[in-house]
């Protein structure tokens, strides 16, 4: 296990490291559950050229991300199109995600996400379509987190839901 952690890390490191012109697609959603507080704490990672090009498609040519020219629209279009793509249910029952907000770290764009009164977590269901209906190769990695479990899935264009049973 051990060794497919640091695997993945060295692979992480090349993916956010290396210039900003990519040959794959990938983001990377951290889901943490916080038992004391009965939040799902979620950051999800998305290259900003590509979720930048996505909203560029399905609103506006001229929205722009990480730089002088980005609006408050802009910031709307992007917390529209990330709720519309992750959607999440706990112990089978559909969940509302709250927004919290955003930042950027080079070519990566960190968004934050909640999910209140989660009193206990038997089982998760995540549909993750950030970037499908651009990418046909993208793959949105999930790891979630638990006081006593640690999980991950993989989901791409022809599986972009996956459940996790505790």
Same mark, same amino acid.
């Given at each position: 296990m *051990?060794?497919l952690r640091?695997? !993945?890390?060295? !692979?992480?490191?090349v993916?956010?490291?290396g210039s900003t $012109?990519?040959?794959?697609?990938?983001?990377?959603? *951290?889901v943490? !559950?916080?038992? &004391? =507080? &009965?939040t799902l704490?979620?950051?999800t990672k998305? !290259?900003? #050229?590509d979720? &930048?090009?996505?909203?560029q498609?399905?609103?506006d040519?001229?929205?722009s991300l990480?730089s002088?020219? %980005? +609006? %408050?629209?802009d910031?709307?279009?992007l917390?529209?199109?990330?709720?519309? =793509?992750i959607?999440i249910?706990? @112990?089978? +029952?559909?969940? $509302?995600?709250?927004y919290i907000? *955003? &930042?950027?770290?080079i070519?990566i764009?960190n968004?934050?996400?909640e999910?209140? @009164?989660i009193? #206990?977590? =038997? $089982?998760? #269901?995540?549909e993750n379509k950030?970037?499908?209906?651009?990418? $046909?190769?993208q793959? @949105?990695?999930?790891h979630?987190k +638990?006081p /006593? /479990?640690r999980?991950s899935?993989v989901l791409?264009?022809d /599986?972009p839901?996956?459940v996790l /049973?505790f």
């Open positions: *051990k060794i640091i695997a !993945f890390l060295v !692979f992480l490191f993916l956010i490291t $012109s990519h040959k794959f697609y990938v983001s990377i959603t *951290k943490e !559950f916080v038992k &004391e =507080k &009965e704490q979620i950051i998305i !290259f900003i #050229e979720l &930048e090009q996505a909203l498609e399905r609103y040519p001229s929205i990480a002088i020219k %980005e +609006t %408050e629209s910031i709307a279009y917390k529209i199109y990330i709720l519309q =793509k959607k249910k706990v @112990n089978g +029952t559909p969940v $509302s995600i709250q907000g *955003k &930042e950027y770290d070519d764009v968004v934050y996400l999910i209140e @009164n009193k #206990e977590l =038997k $089982s998760i #269901e995540i950030i970037l499908m209906d651009m990418f $046909s190769e793959q @949105n990695i999930i979630l +638990t /006593n /479990n999980r899935l791409d264009f /599986n839901k996956g /049973n």
